[in-house]
């Protein structure tokens, strides 16, 4: 279904550059990395909700309360999350990193867009039940550092001392930067939906870039590799991608 055209939101949304500059600077995300009708609607129902005087009212309410703020970057960053989000697709992660031939070698896995975690602590649940724990890294990251700082307190109460010394959590701009490699698991799932069509290639090159020979990409349910730009990688299930060993 198409997205609705950003000028029919309540005529609340001036999309002049300079609002849009003051509401990155005010909330501290750079907002033309995101899809412009996703961020269109995130102004518009927080303008309607303020019943601020538009976005440059919105923008100076946001410069001032650090609790908007929050609620303003958790809306544009789609911060929702949940233990084992989306059961099938971790029932085709269980199988593929089960069959995976590492030769020995602990798993590496990289959580993009980690939120409070639930992902990668349903992944460390995972190989728990595996057990392959042992000298694996579990690596979140996330654009928001109050999404870090969640993440690293609800990990604490989610997993046992064993799993739990296998995960960390990091704040990182994927769009810009990857972590050093290789990863034999990518998690990349409900994210590239919401970002404009610049930091959503930037973001996959450095998701698709950092795989491992052999290594697994994962997508959310909505999110494809167009058949003609797979970046060299193989169909390994549903929304899932694999490098060729």
């Known amino acids: 279904m198409a997205e609705p055209p950003a000028a029919g939101l309540a005529g609340h949304l001036d999309p002049a550059p300079e609002h ?26 927080a303008v309607a909700r303020l019943g601020a005087a538009g976005p440059a009212g919105l923008a100076a309410a946001i410069a001032t309360d650090p609790g908007l703020r929050a609620r303003f970057r958790r809306a544009v960053a789609v911060s929702t999350t949940g233990m084992f ?22 798993l590496r896995v990289w959580s993009i867009g980690a939120s409070d975690g639930s992902e990668l602590c349903s992944v460390a649940l995972l190989l728990a039940g595996q057990d392959g724990l042992q000298g694996a890294t579990l690596l979140g990251s996330d654009l928001l550092p109050e ?21 960390r959590f990091e704040q990182r701009d994927v769009a810009r930067t990857a972590p050093a490699g290789p990863w034999d698991v990518v998690l990349c799932r409900n994210v590239l939906i919401h970002l404009a069509p610049a930091a959503k290639q930037a973001m996959l090159d450095h998701a ?8 697994l990409l994962v997508l959310g349910r909505s999110e494809r590799l167009p058949r003609d730009d797979r970046r060299g990688l193989d169909d390994a299930g ?7 060993a």
């Open 208 to 215: 698709a870039g950092a795989l491992s020979a052999g290594g």
């Open 20 to 45: 849009l500059h003051a509401l990155s600077v005010a909330c501290g995300l750079e907002l033309s990395s995101f899809r412009a009708p996703h961020v269109a609607r995130t102004v518009d129902r």
């Open 147 to 167: 999404n870090v700082e969640l993440a690293r307190q609800r990990s604490r109460d989610r997993l046992h001392p064993e799993a739990l010394s296998t995960v």
């Open 85 to 106: 989000r989306d059961p099938a697709q971790f029932d085709l992660l269980d199988r593929l990193m089960r069959e995976g031939d590492r030769r020995g070698r602990p």
């Open 238 to 244: 549903a929304n899932a991608y694999r490098r060729p």
